[in-house]
């Protein structure tokens, strides 16, 4: 449920209904032997599919990191069997459809919302093109150029570099930390057709993990669109793979003459969502930096007045390996004593939790939560990552109730049982200054974190 | 009779008194323009002053964003914000915006703490002077490493040069350096009255309580004249600069401003040009995807911008990747002579009706209040923060017949016309060579 915060701001367009009456959540067996969890929602004119295939492509010695990416556009823009490109594109657009298969360290996720009435042509596309894509030569060689040249330009940036030397620091050498950098120029240049079949044909598979289905549909409309969505896709074998990473709390400084500003980065890990608390966790991670009314913002801009932002977040390398991190980009000059104050100030935070009543705090949850429950894609992404977390059906539907019960002596037991201490975090530093910061670890290239 | 006479005293007394009452109370409300924007959402008030920006060409770049950081900590500061609290202020072309949000209950005091922007601003000089060094931390943050937001402020430069809209609104670090306390502090002064600014009253918000807040204000109204945007093309021109960088990748940004022979109401003319830009950006007949994207391998991707600057300029924005063995100069020329080609033809009527049964959903569902409201509410709060008059209902739903395929290849037919042309190449070095 991490990724509640990346879902709530996608409001779509498409898939908005508004009705009185309140969704239902169920479990079910497509008629092919599938299982998945509907929410009904009546009244509204779309319904949406999002299932989540277990995505342990990297893990083996040897596979391209650039692999899932490149495959996962090229399947969605490259055309299918039956469908060029520049086709579809048209088709969806006349039904005001939306296919989406966006990738994780631990899952490829694929979302389709349509008109309902468009619903069965809609999946009839999809199912071409996950089953049968034309991994057409020239459309490969098109996104992978322009994947090689953006991220070729995002390497260059002092902030990303400084992100990519988290990455060594934590996770070493392990092929996910080349996946989820893509530092590697070479791996664009080495990557092949042949590689994105072999992914496409182990990944996408008539096995999904979880398959949520939403809209104003009957479980038999639902399931035999699932089962026309995975026709025809081959058995699968992924599994959930575990990664140990190294999170012992050290200061690394990766030294960037060229650098104008300094980046400052405090990481430290927060126990997965499977186990609860993370309402609690994105409460939290706004009062301590989530706006000008935030801690970091009182105590970076407005007090040390070394920053124009100071913030706070909730990220994940994998679904088990969740992390806290504030994080911005300061006055060179003064990193040494931001380092001080941010540690102050999230101590202080740590120890007292956040100000004013907790009705405040949670109002604009609330409010995203019932933006939510109109939108088929929103809601389903909501549920499906609440049942790839083993929670009970319709959990997702229970969060306005859980926030407008959660009593604030909650959040003060979580900052203090579960949260980081302040000593606890890793600091990377991105400097001009290869003094800025005494007694850190200096690096002049991300890759030597690894050895700090 | 004498009683008479003095239940007519007393009735004279009291109905002038009340006068008197509405009196004040028109011309405490009256004292500054402002729109009330409702919307459901329970519990939250926002309000939102909008200061109009005079068109000074003399202005020193970046001074009304400093002002607007300096007046937002004078005026707002820390102890104005807080867990049920959200405040924020942000400068644009046209005007200078502050917004304060909380409980419903708490609007007079939310509108009254907004209207305190409009006194002197009273920051120590250190603490202004390190201001100016966190508007550095925000331009390394938005723009220094963002070589296409640095190639549209150079490109705004030249396509709207002599109007509001060429300088840039933060500035250059060597502009911002050369920021002023005191020359802020001027700029404040003249700017932030009562005659230039406007309320924008959202959220869960009832109009007699808005008006308590605003009576409460005392503000009082100068005599100047209104704040106007007014825009002047100026003479035709075809300008393309190279922005050369090692790890860029390849693009183009082609910008045109061009004058329509005839004004056009401007919610019309925005109508209009939001479906001609639907149906360039598709791969239909009429548009751009399948000369430049899907027939040829031409441009990798690309994204089309075309919006009204008044009701007679409008300006045309293409951002695109060139493909593989495509240079900027040949993407150049391809979508200049796509274009053309376009603009000649016009759009054909399939494609013309194909696209627009897909913008049912780009008007609200009239008979629906609830989405109207809110629909009206974003509307309404889009036109006053770029100095526009918002249209009634009534007017909106007059729009959508006056969307012809005729209509909109009058509209095509201008662009490939010579107006005023900015052209940014963005690539490593050898790729420019």
Same mark, same amino acid.
């Given at each position: 449920?991490?990724?509640?915060?990346?879902?709530?701001?996608?409001?779509?367009?498409?898939?908005?209904?508004?009705?009185?009456?309140?969704?239902?959540?169920?479990?079910?067996?497509?008629?092919?032997?599938?299982?998945?969890?509907?929410?009904?929602?009546?009244?509204?004119?779309?319904?949406?599919?999002?299932?989540?295939?277990?995505?342990?492509?990297?893990?083996?010695?040897?596979?391209?990191?650039?692999?899932?990416?490149?495959?996962?556009?090229?399947?969605?823009?490259?055309?299918?069997?039956?469908?060029?490109?520049?086709?579809?594109?048209?088709?969806?657009?006349?039904?005001?459809?939306?296919?989406?298969?966006?990738?994780?360290?631990?899952?490829?996720?694929?979302? /389709?919302?349509?008109?309902?009435?468009?619903?069965?042509?809609?999946?009839?596309?999809?199912?071409?093109?996950?089953?049968?894509?034309?991994?057409?030569?020239?459309?490969?060689?098109?996104?992978?150029?322009?994947?090689?040249?953006?991220?070729?330009?995002?390497?260059? $940036?002092?902030?990303?570099?400084?992100? =990519?030397?988290?990455?060594?620091?934590?996770?070493?050498?392990?092929?996910?930390?080349?996946?989820?950098?893509?530092?590697?120029?070479?791996?664009?240049?080495?990557?092949?057709?042949?590689?994105?079949?072999?992914?496409?044909?182990?990944?996408?598979?008539? $096995?999904?993990?979880?398959?949520?289905?939403?809209?104003?549909?009957?479980?038999?409309?639902?399931? !035999?669109?699932?089962?026309?969505?995975?026709?025809?896709?081959?058995?699968?074998?992924?599994?959930?793979?575990?990664?140990?990473?190294?999170?012992?709390?050290?200061?690394?400084?990766?030294?960037?003459?060229?650098?104008?500003?300094?980046?400052?980065?405090?990481?430290?890990?927060?126990?997965?969502?499977?186990?609860?608390?993370?309402?609690?966790?994105?409460?939290?991670?706004?009062?301590?930096?989530?706006?000008?009314?935030?801690?970091?913002?009182?105590?970076?801009?407005?007090?040390?007045?070394?920053?124009?932002?100071?913030?706070?977040?909730?990220?994940?390398?994998?679904?088990?390996?969740?992390?806290?991190?504030?994080?911005? !980009?300061?006055?060179?000059?003064?990193?040494? =004593?931001?380092?001080?104050?941010?540690?102050?100030?999230?101590?202080?935070?740590?120890?007292?939790?956040?100000?004013?009543?907790?009705?405040?705090?949670?109002?604009?949850?609330?409010?995203?939560?019932?933006? @939510?429950?109109?939108?088929?894609?929103?809601?389903?992404?909501?549920?499906?990552?609440?049942?790839?977390?083993?929670?009970?059906?319709?959990?997702?539907?229970?969060?306005?109730?859980?926030?407008?019960?959660?009593?604030?002596?909650?959040?003060?037991?979580?900052?203090?049982?579960?949260?980081?201490?302040?000593?606890?975090?890793?600091?990377?530093?991105?400097?001009?200054?290869?003094?800025?910061?005494?007694?850190?670890?200096?690096?002049?290239?991300?890759?030597?974190?690894?050895?700090? | 009779?004498?009683?008479?006479?003095?239940?007519?005293?007393?009735? +004279?007394?009291?109905?002038?008194?009340?006068?008197? /009452? +509405?009196?004040?109370?028109?011309?405490? #409300?009256?004292?500054?323009?402002?729109?009330?924007?409702?919307?459901?959402?329970?519990?939250?008030?926002?309000? #939102?002053?909008?200061?109009?920006?005079?068109?000074?060409?003399?202005? $020193?770049?970046?001074?009304?964003?400093?002002?607007?950081?300096?007046?937002?900590?004078?005026? #707002?500061?820390?102890?104005?914000?807080?867990?049920?609290?959200?405040?924020?202020?942000?400068?644009?072309?046209?005007?200078?915006?502050?917004?304060?949000?909380?409980?419903?209950?708490?609007?007079?005091?939310?509108?009254?703490?907004?209207?305190?922007?409009?006194?002197?601003?009273?920051?120590? !000089?250190?603490?202004?002077?390190?201001?100016?060094?966190?508007?550095?931390?925000?331009?390394?943050?938005?723009?220094?490493?963002?070589?296409?937001?640095?190639?549209?402020?150079? &490109?705004?430069?030249?396509?709207?040069?002599?109007?509001?809209? !060429?300088? *840039?609104?933060?500035?250059?670090?060597?502009?911002?350096?050369?920021?002023?306390?005191?020359?802020?502090?001027?700029?404040?002064?003249?700017?932030?009255?009562?005659?230039?600014?406007?309320?924008?009253?959202?959220?869960?918000?009832?109009?007699?309580?808005?008006?308590?807040?605003?009576?409460?204000?005392? &503000?009082?109204?100068?005599?100047?004249?209104?704040? @106007?945007?007014?825009? $002047?093309?100026?003479?035709?021109? @075809?300008?393309?600069?190279?922005?050369?960088?090692?790890?860029?990748?390849?693009?183009? #940004?082609?910008?045109?401003?061009?004058?329509?022979?005839?004004?056009?109401?401007? =919610? /019309?003319?925005?109508?209009?040009?939001?479906?001609?830009?639907?149906?360039?950006?598709?791969?239909?007949?009429?548009?751009?995807?399948?000369?430049?994207?899907?027939?040829?391998?031409?441009?990798?991707?690309?994204?089309?911008? /075309?919006?009204?600057?008044?009701?007679?300029?409008?300006?045309?924005?293409?951002?695109?990747?060139?493909?593989?063995?495509?240079?900027?100069?040949?993407?150049?020329?391809?979508?200049?002579?796509?274009?053309?080609?376009?603009?000649?033809?016009?759009?054909?009527?399939?494609?013309?009706?194909?696209?627009?049964?897909?913008?049912?959903?780009?008007?609200?569902?009239?008979?629906?209040?609830?989405?109207?409201?809110?629909?009206?509410?974003?509307?309404?709060?889009?036109?006053?923060?770029?100095?526009?008059?918002?249209?009634?209902?009534?007017?909106?739903?007059?729009?959508?017949?006056?969307?012809?395929?005729?209509?909109?290849?009058?509209?095509?037919?201008?662009?490939?016309? *010579?107006?005023?042309?900015?052209?940014?190449?963005?690539?490593?070095?050898?790729?420019?060579?």
């Amino acid at each position: 449920m991490i990724r509640f915060a990346l879902a709530l701001p996608l409001v779509f367009g498409l898939s908005f209904c508004d009705s009185d009456q309140q969704p239902t959540a169920s479990d079910h067996t497509s008629p092919n032997g599938m299982p998945y969890r509907l929410i009904q929602m009546p009244g509204n004119e779309y319904a949406a599919i999002i299932a989540a295939w277990p995505h342990d492509w990297i893990w083996a010695e040897g596979r391209n990191p650039a692999t899932s990416y490149i495959g996962a556009q090229l399947i969605l823009a490259g055309g299918a069997e039956g469908y060029p490109a520049g086709e579809v594109v048209e088709r969806f657009a006349d039904m005001d459809a939306n296919g989406e298969l966006p990738v994780t360290a631990d899952h490829l996720y694929g979302m /389709l919302a349509a008109k309902k009435g468009d619903w069965p042509e809609a999946i009839a596309i999809a199912n071409a093109h996950l089953a049968r894509p034309s991994f057409d030569p020239d459309w490969f060689a098109r996104i992978r150029t322009g994947f090689a040249q953006n991220m070729a330009e995002a390497q260059s $940036q002092p902030t990303q570099q400084g992100f =990519d030397a988290l990455r060594w620091a934590i996770i070493g050498d392990h092929p996910l930390r080349a996946m989820l950098s893509l530092d590697d120029a070479e791996a664009f240049a080495n990557l092949s057709l042949e590689d994105l079949r072999a992914w496409h044909s182990a990944t996408v598979t008539a $096995q999904p993990e979880a398959v949520v289905i939403t809209g104003d549909i009957t479980p038999e409309q639902a399931g !035999a669109g699932l089962d026309a969505l995975l026709a025809g896709l081959p058995e699968g074998e992924s599994q959930m793979r575990a990664i140990v990473l190294d999170y012992h709390p050290r200061q690394i400084l990766l030294h960037l003459p060229d650098s104008e500003d300094a980046h400052l980065t405090f990481i430290a890990p927060l126990p997965a969502t499977r186990l609860g608390g993370d309402l609690e966790d994105l409460i939290l991670a706004t009062a301590l930096g989530g706006g000008e009314d935030s801690v970091l913002f009182a105590s970076v801009r407005d007090g040390l007045r070394a920053s124009y932002s100071f913030n706070a977040g909730l990220g994940n390398y994998t679904r088990e390996n969740r992390f806290l991190f504030m994080t911005g !980009a300061l006055e060179a000059a003064k990193l040494a =004593d931001a380092v001080d104050v941010v540690r102050d100030a999230y101590a202080g935070f740590r120890d007292k939790g956040p100000d004013g009543d907790i009705k405040d705090r949670v109002a604009p949850l609330r409010e995203s939560f019932e933006q @939510t429950r109109n939108y088929v894609m929103n809601q389903g992404h909501m549920e499906l990552e609440t049942t790839l977390d083993a929670f009970a059906t319709g959990h997702s539907l229970t969060m306005l109730e859980m926030l407008n019960s959660l009593p604030a002596t909650d959040l003060r037991n979580r900052l203090q049982g579960h949260w980081p201490e302040a000593q606890d975090f890793v600091i990377m530093a991105v400097s001009p200054d290869a003094d800025a910061l005494p007694g850190a670890c200096v690096i002049t290239r991300p890759e030597d974190a690894k050895d700090c | 009779m004498t009683r008479f006479r003095t239940w007519l005293t007393v009735g +004279a007394i009291g109905f002038t008194g009340l006068a008197l /009452l +509405a009196y004040q109370t028109s011309v405490s #409300i009256n004292a500054i323009a402002f729109h009330i924007t409702p919307t459901d959402t329970t519990g939250r008030a926002e309000v #939102i002053l909008r200061i109009a920006r005079p068109f000074d060409p003399d202005e $020193q770049v970046g001074l009304a964003h400093y002002a607007e950081h300096l007046a937002w900590y004078s005026a #707002i500061g820390e102890d104005a914000r807080g867990p049920d609290r959200h405040s924020g202020a942000w400068t644009s072309h046209r005007a200078v915006f502050y917004s304060l949000s909380g409980k419903p209950e708490d609007l007079p005091q939310l509108t009254a703490t907004l209207a305190r922007v409009f006194d002197p601003i009273t920051l120590e !000089a250190r603490f202004a002077e390190e201001e100016r060094e966190i508007i550095q931390r925000e331009y390394q943050a938005m723009f220094a490493n963002d070589i296409s937001r640095r190639a549209d402020e150079a &490109l705004s430069a030249v396509l709207h040069e002599g109007t509001l809209l !060429a300088s *840039s609104v933060i500035g250059t670090p060597a502009q911002i350096h050369a920021l002023d306390y005191d020359a802020a502090r001027v700029w404040h002064r003249a700017t932030h009255r009562p005659e230039n600014a406007v309320f924008i009253f959202r959220g869960d918000v009832g109009r007699l309580q808005i008006w308590r807040a605003l009576i409460g204000l005392r &503000l009082e109204r100068g005599h100047s004249d209104p704040v @106007t945007f007014h825009y $002047q093309m100026g003479p035709e021109i @075809t300008h393309l600069v190279d922005f050369p960088d090692d790890s860029a990748a390849p693009r183009m #940004i082609w910008r045109r401003v061009v004058v329509l022979d005839a004004p056009i109401q401007f =919610d /019309l003319l925005e109508a209009r040009l939001d479906h001609l830009r639907a149906m360039l950006d598709t791969n239909l007949p009429g548009g751009l995807a399948g000369p430049l994207r899907f027939d040829a391998r031409i441009a990798r991707e690309f994204r089309i911008d /075309l919006y009204p600057i008044d009701a007679q300029h409008i300006e045309l924005r293409f951002h695109a990747s060139p493909d593989t063995g495509t240079s900027l100069p040949e993407l150049r020329a391809a979508f200049e002579a796509t274009l053309a080609d376009i603009a000649a033809s016009g759009i054909p009527a399939p494609t013309y009706q194909r696209v627009m049964a897909r913008m049912d959903r780009y008007w609200p569902d009239w008979g629906d209040h609830d989405k109207t409201r809110r629909w009206m509410a974003d509307y309404t709060t889009d036109r006053v923060l770029a100095l526009r008059e918002p249209q009634s209902k009534r007017v909106l739903q007059e729009i959508p017949p006056q969307i012809t395929r005729e209509s909109l290849n009058t509209l095509l037919a201008a662009l490939p016309q *010579s107006g005023r042309t900015a052209i940014a190449f963005i690539a490593p070095q050898e790729f420019l060579e």
